[in-house]
């Protein structure tokens, strides 16, 4: 699987952002995705997953209540809309793919993509 990842950019504290991750390469609904971030420094972390079918999202507490994760499996693509944007969702988004289905863990995903920066103004 081959994934693809855009939507980042600059955006102002409370602001919204829409990432978008396309798909290519075999069955993208067999997969569970995902988003993970990574800001500078620091470790590459949860954000969202989402189930082939889904009917399973789960969030990191942090975004939990701001951000909604879903799938076109038409479309082979996987989406991520953020509202209420703070200074500490700054970093960079990458969206995974885990055969296994929905994870929270970068160690069960098996395909990334290449990232795309979201910076948050405050």
């Known amino acids: 699987v081959q994934l693809q990842a855009c939507g980042g950019g600059l955006v102002q504290a409370g602001g919204s952002l829409r990432l978008s991750c396309a798909a290519s390469g075999s069955t993208f609904s067999s997969y569970g995705l995902g988003w993970f971030r990574q800001a500078p420094g620091k470790e590459r972390e949860f954000v969202a997953t989402i189930s082939w079918s889904s009917n399973n999202t789960y969030y990191a507490d942090s975004v939990k209540g701001r951000f909604t994760m879903s799938r076109d499996n038409a479309k082979n693509t996987v989406y991520l809309q953020m509202n209420s944007l703070k200074p500490e969702d700054a970093a960079i988004y990458y969206c995974?793919?885990?055969?296994?289905?929905?994870?929270?863990?970068?160690?069960?995903?098996?395909?990334w993509g290449q990232g795309t920066l979201v910076t948050v103004s405050s």
């Open positions: 995974a793919a885990a055969l296994r289905g929905v994870t929270t863990l970068v160690k069960y995903c098996d395909y």
